[in-house]
């Protein structure tokens, strides 16, 4: 059984530029030998325009799927409302991972969580420094050692259910829903709390949100973990 479980879960957006997929591949190289790759793509217009081929042969996925959003109903009074499909697009990544372990009759140790639109400045290696017995997740970027984003994220397997799972269900609990919709992340941080998860800060370095631009940027730095 491999030592990671490396999720590419969100809007599909700018993940079919070469730029953008030859920085997530060059990212993940240093451990993709002992590591499975799940694709788990959500609604986008992009999805017309993708070569499936190129994004498969770059990083052979174990499995892909696409989420649907149709069950959210959520008004544009709502801006935050991609936090909904944000979780569904977790919850589907849950369980190709867990369908992928019953399967092989085993588990991963660390689930590498990535977005589809987003390059990063470091790389994965295996000597990370997370005790894989611990229920805790790293999150990146401008967070800080109490704050949880939707970017970049390193689970170790006894967080795996809170972060992926129960953070969808908690959206809809009755006295929390309208809040969800406004403060995602704030909802993600009680779940994970809730549950007894500790959340720390993995330094990615640096990480662009693309947004369709062109720049080629090559992963220079090994990831760091801020205890």
């Given at each position: 059984?491999?030592?990671?479980?490396?999720?590419?879960?969100?809007?599909?957006?700018?993940?079919?530029?070469?730029?953008?997929?030859?920085?997530?591949?060059?990212?993940?190289?240093?451990?993709?030998?002992?590591?499975?790759?799940?694709?788990?793509?959500?609604?986008?217009?992009?999805?017309?325009?993708?070569?499936?081929?190129?994004?498969?042969?770059?990083?052979?996925?174990?499995?892909?799927?696409?989420?649907?959003?149709?069950?959210?109903?959520?008004?544009?009074?709502?801006?935050?409302?991609?936090?909904?499909?944000?979780?569904?697009?977790?919850?589907?990544?849950?369980?190709q991972i867990l369908e992928q372990e019953?399967?092989?009759?085993?588990?991963?140790?660390?689930?590498?969580?990535?977005?589809?639109?987003?390059?990063?400045?470091?790389?994965?290696?295996?000597?990370?420094?997370?005790d894989t017995e611990k229920s805790e997740?790293?999150?990146?970027?401008?967070?800080?050692?109490?704050?949880?984003?939707?970017?970049?994220?390193?689970?170790?397997?006894?967080?795996?259910?809170?972060?992926?799972?129960?953070?969808?269900?908690?959206?809809?609990?009755?006295?929390?829903?309208?809040?969800?919709?406004?403060?995602?992340?704030?909802?993600?941080?009680?779940?994970?709390?809730?549950?007894?998860?500790?959340?720390?800060?993995?330094?990615?370095?640096?990480?662009?949100?693309?947004?369709?631009?062109?720049?080629?940027?090559?992963?220079?730095?090994?990831?760091?973990?801020?205890?």
């Open positions: 059984m491999p030592k990671y479980a490396i999720g590419i879960v969100g809007q599909l957006r700018s993940f079919y530029q070469k730029n953008v997929y030859e920085n997530i591949s060059a990212a993940i190289k240093p451990i993709r030998e002992n590591a499975d790759v799940f694709f788990c793509f959500g609604e986008h217009s992009d999805v017309d325009y993708i070569s499936d081929n190129i994004l498969t042969d770059t990083f052979n996925p174990t499995s892909t799927q696409y989420y649907s959003s149709k069950r959210f109903e959520a008004g544009n009074e709502h801006p935050q409302e991609m936090g909904l499909w944000m979780a569904r697009g977790w919850l589907t990544l849950y369980h019953e399967k092989t009759k085993s588990q991963y140790e660390l689930i590498i969580k990535l977005r589809p639109d987003i390059m990063l400045g470091s790389y994965f290696h295996d000597n990370i420094d997370i997740i790293y999150v990146s970027g401008y967070a800080t050692s109490t704050d949880v984003n939707d970017c970049s994220a390193i689970i170790t397997r006894n967080a795996l259910k809170a972060y992926l799972h129960d953070f969808y269900h908690d959206f809809y609990s009755i006295d929390a829903f309208n809040d969800c919709l406004n403060h995602p992340e704030g909802r993600l941080r009680w779940t994970l709390a809730d549950k007894g998860v500790t959340v720390g800060v993995a330094s990615f370095k640096e990480e662009i949100i693309t947004q369709y631009n062109n720049e080629t940027w090559c992963p220079s730095s090994p990831i760091k973990i801020n205890h």
